[in-house]
């Protein structure tokens, strides 16, 4: 018999970011985190951490928007396996931005980014009000829980 515990979870963290002082195993430890809240256990993360052309490269090409941005997350899930494979692009630039503007640590802004792009592909969506704050809340919950404290203000 399995144990209940047992995981096939891999997360992969490619970080394109030179001299950056990032907190790798702890973005693992959290990508995992949110996968086993929402009871998925065998998944592969992918998880680039990238500048802001980079990422502006990225979004021209798979979403026909010519500006850059904090993530994009992809679900690259086959229809009906059982593997789940998120693809993520996080933005250190406009995460080193925004962690200075609001007062913490570039870590916190990028464990917020990371959250963020994978509770898009397990379903949140923050397009109206409301789906906004259930995702922002989810999220604070998650990343006080990590020990990065609430990240993102909201209303």
Do not use: W
């Amino acid at each position: 018999m399995p144990d209940d515990n047992q995981t096939n979870m891999i997360v992969e963290i490619d970080c394109g970011i030179q001299n950056a002082d990032l907190d790798i195993e702890g973005f693992k430890n959290l990508s995992m985190a949110i996968c086993r809240r929402f009871d998925v256990t065998d998944a592969v993360v992918s998880i680039a951490i990238a500048g802001d052309k980079e990422i502006a490269d990225v979004n021209e090409k798979f979403l026909q928007k010519s500006n850059t941005t904090d993530v994009i997350s992809f679900d690259l899930t086959e229809p009906g396996a059982s593997e789940r494979v998120f693809d993520l692009v996080i933005n250190a630039a406009e995460g080193a931005r925004q962690a200075e503007e609001r007062a913490h640590p570039l870590n916190a802004e990028l464990a917020l980014y990371i959250t963020h792009g994978l509770l898009h592909n397990l379903g949140f969506d923050d397009a109206d009000e409301e789906d906004a704050r259930r995702m922002h809340l989810t999220e604070d919950d998650i990343l006080t829980q990590a020990g990065y404290g609430v990240i993102y203000r909201h209303g």
